[in-house]
């Protein structure tokens, strides 16, 4: 049975560093992690711009700040652009299967190069194996490790949960030797040929600030939508 969205109680996380700016602090806003965060409760939770990390349902809930912003791709809508074509065409010779939500030594070792890689500045570093699991694993939730292999060289895997609204991108990480493949973008557009496969409106894709450079590359995905004022509008560059 889903949970009564009114009857979730709801915390805020003392001030704390923010991750993404630095000369700001960030307050959190969690759902109560005691409340079973079944499918369709995850869903509704983010059309009002929560997401997951672990087996916690979180949002951005900062009394001076709101730069964090919930973005989501209505996959009908959605078109490839040149680049992302050229993107699709060079990674053909991929092959991509889905398996179910466990650890995996062969996956945390990819993550573990790309966090050292990419990361190294950030407060996910340096990479444990207790920080992977607690981040991308859940014990409620309907999850898919995406695995993007080369022969039989795993180069990229894209983490993303099932909801009754459509898919959350809840991470992709990748072999940074491969870097020139631009398998974040593969992996977003890979994922939006599946939302439309299984008949669901749309791909969340977390979090846009508009002063991180890291996160630019989701304003490359036209249209965007972005959840502001408690609803939902489209991106307007």
């Known amino acids: 049975m889903t949970a009564d969205l009114a009857t979730i109680k709801f915390f805020v996380t003392p001030s704390h560093k923010c991750s993404y700016l630095p000369r700001e602090d960030a307050t959190t806003l969690f759902a109560d992690p005691k409340v079973v965060a079944q499918r369709d409760t995850y869903s509704e939770l983010s059309e009002l711009g929560f997401r997951r990390s672990g087996n916690y349902l979180y949002r951005p809930h900062?009394?001076?700040?709101?730069?964090?912003?919930?973005v989501r791709i209505p996959v009908d809508q959605f078109s490839q652009s040149k680049r992302h074509r050229r993107i699709w065409r060079k990674n053909e010779d991929l092959t991509v299967t889905q398996v179910a939500s466990q650890y995996s030594k062969e996956h945390y070792e990819v993550y573990a190069r790309y966090i050292s890689n990419k990361h190294s500045d950030g407060d996910m570093f340096p990479p444990s194996v207790n920080q992977y699991q607690s981040f991308l694993l859940s014990d409620w939730g309907t999850t898919n490790f995406i695995e993007f292999r080369l022969q039989d060289q795993l180069i990229?895997?894209?983490?993303?949960?099932?909801?009754?609204?459509?898919?959350?991108?809840?991470?992709?990480?990748?072999?940074?030797?491969?870097?020139?493949?631009?398998l974040g973008v593969?992996?977003?557009?890979?994922?939006?040929?599946?939302?439309?496969?299984l008949g669901l409106p749309a791909l969340y894709l977390g979090y846009w600030i508009k002063e991180c450079p890291k996160m630019r590359y989701k304003e490359e995905f036209?249209?965007?939508?972005?959840?502001?004022?408690?609803?939902?509008?489209?991106?307007?560059?």
Do not use: H
């Open 62 to 70: 900062c009394k001076r700040c709101d730069a964090c912003i919930a």
């Open 222 to 237: 036209s249209p965007l939508e972005m959840f502001i004022n408690n609803r939902w509008e489209p991106y307007r560059g």
């Open 156 to 182: 990229a895997v894209a983490v993303a949960d099932v909801m009754t609204s459509g898919l959350s991108a809840v991470y992709t990480f990748y072999e940074p030797d491969f870097q020139q493949r631009s």
């Open 186 to 197: 593969m992996a977003v557009l890979w994922q939006i040929e599946e939302v439309k496969r």
